[in-house]
C-alpha cells in the first residue's frame, strides 16, 4: 500500500538558514511524488513533482527536492529562507486514482 | 489558466442537516477526488470519479455521497452531519486519459464546512 511519512511534525530555522524537509515514502512501482504548500486556512499549492529523468526537481520559490530511490525519499530543500515560507507542507505521492498525503510538517522561521 | 472551483468557499450548518460540495474541474479533465482536511491534519482521500465512474474509494463514510456529472462536475452530498464534520474539503482533478504523464492533481482552494 502507498504511504508516506513525514518524520517532523515541525521545524523552526532562522530566516537566511537552509531548510530540509524529510519525506520518505513507500510505493510497489515508479512512484510519483508531490511537495504541497498550505498556508493556514488557505488551500494547496504545488512546489514541485517528481514523475521520472532527473532526480534533482527544481520548484517555484527556490524550493528543490531530490528523489532518492535507494533511501525511498524525496527531501525538500531550500538554500536561504524566508519569513514568508513559514507554513505547512506536505509530501505527497500518486498513484492509480487517488494521492496520499503525508501528516505534514510546519515550519516556523524565527528572525 | 483555469482552475478548480469549489462552491461554496464557506458553509455553515447545524447537527443533522445536509450539505452538498460542488467541484467543478480543470476544462478537459476527466478524474475528480475529494479530500478531507480536519484541523492540524493532513488531506485524507475519500473518494474520485473517473469518466463518471467510480474510481477509488478511501475513508469516506457511510453518511457521504458522491457523484460526477456529464459535464464532469462533482458533488460531494453530507447527511445527517456531525460535529466532527467540521473541516476544509479540497476537490482536485486531473486527467487520466494519457497516464503515466497526467497524474497530477490540481486542488480547488477548498469548501470550508462548519457544522454547529
Known amino acids: 500500500a502507498q504511504s508516506v511519512t513525514q518524520p517532523d511534525i515541525h521545524i523552526t530555522v532562522s530566516e537566511g538558514a537552509s531548510l530540509e524537509l524529510r519525506c520518505n515514502y513507500s510505493y510497489g512501482a515508479t512512484p510519483y511524488l508531490f511537495w504541497y504548500v498550505q498556508s493556514p486556512g488557505q488551500g494547496l499549492q504545488l512546489l514541485l513533482k517528481y514523475f521520472s529523468g532527473d532526480t534533482l526537481v527544481q520548484g517555484i520559490k527556490g524550493f528543490e527536492a531530490e528523489f532518492k530511490r535507494s533511501q525511498s525519499s524525496f527531501n525538500l530543500r531550500k538554500p536561504s529562507v524566508h519569513w514568508s515560507d513559514a507554513a505547512e507542507y506536505f509530501c505527497a505521492v500518486a498513484g492509480g486514482f487517488k494521492t496520499i498525503f503525508g501528516a505534514g510538517t510546519r515550519l516556523f522561521v524565527k528572525a | 489558466a483555469a482552475g478548480v472551483i469549489q462552491s461554496p468557499r464557506h458553509l455553515i450548518k447545524e447537527k443533522r442537516e445536509t450539505a452538498t460540495l460542488k467541484c467543478y474541474p480543470i476544462?478537459?479533465?476527466?478524474?475528480v477526488y475529494w479530500y478531507q482536511q480536519g484541523p492540524g491534519q493532513d488531506p485524507q482521500f475519500l473518494i474520485s470519479?473517473?469518466?463518471?465512474?467510480?474510481?477509488d474509494k478511501g475513508s469516506i463514510p457511510d453518511r457521504f455521497s458522491a457523484q460526477q456529472f456529464s459535464d464532469y462536475h462533482s458533488e460531494l452530498n453530507m447527511s445527517s452531519l456531525e460535529l466532527g464534520d467540521s473541516a476544509l474539503y479540497f476537490c482536485a482533478s486531473s486527467l487520466m486519459g494519457h497516464r503515466p504523464s497526467n497524474t497530477e492533481a490540481f486542488f480547488g482552494q477548498g469548501t470550508r464546512l462548519t457544522v454547529v
Open positions: 476544462p478537459r479533465h476527466d478524474t
Open positions: 470519479f473517473y469518466e463518471k465512474m467510480q474510481s
